[in-house]
Nanobody, 122 residues
Framework: QVQLVESGGGLVQAGGSLRLSCAAS????????MAWFRQAPGKEREFVAS???????EYADFVKGRFTISRDNAKNTVYLQMNSLQPEDTAGYYC????????????????WGQGTQVTVSS
């Protein structure tokens, strides 16, 4: 059982930045593909970014170069650096892990964190 704990969310003004962190309990963290998803009220959960064990990354189109996903296997932690935040980025952000090489499908991620709220004011 992999436990994931997110942190780093908060309230920020439009144009600001936040860095989310997700700490994993599993020793084999380095072999997992890690991803960030987000869910706004009344909307479906959507893919944001993912990173494989060998640092191959994928991003949702709406990221548009504003977000960067990275990982530190020595710390069992994955990060999401978010710049140029906009009110439409307001959502709960969730960290997830899978043994699949790479995927954007939420139902293919086996382990999820509890989420961290990001609120962007205009």
């Amino acid at each position: 059982q992999v436990q994931l704990v997110e942190s780093g969310g908060g309230l920020v003004q439009a144009g600001g930045s936040l860095r989310l962190s997700c700490a994993a309990s599993e020793r084999s963290f380095s072999s997992y593909t890690m991803a960030w998803f987000r869910q706004a009220p009344g909307k479906e959960r959507e893919f944001v970014a993912s990173i494989t064990w060998n640092d191959y990354t994928e991003y949702a189109d709406f990221v548009k170069g504003r977000f960067t996903i990275s990982r530190d296997n020595a710390k069992n932690t994955v990060y999401l650096q978010m710049n140029s935040l906009q009110p439409e980025d307001t959502a709960g952000y969730y960290c997830a892990a899978t043994r699949r090489l790479t995927t954007r499908a939420a139902n293919e991620y086996l382990w999820w964190g509890q989420g961290t709220q990001v609120t962007v004011s205009s």
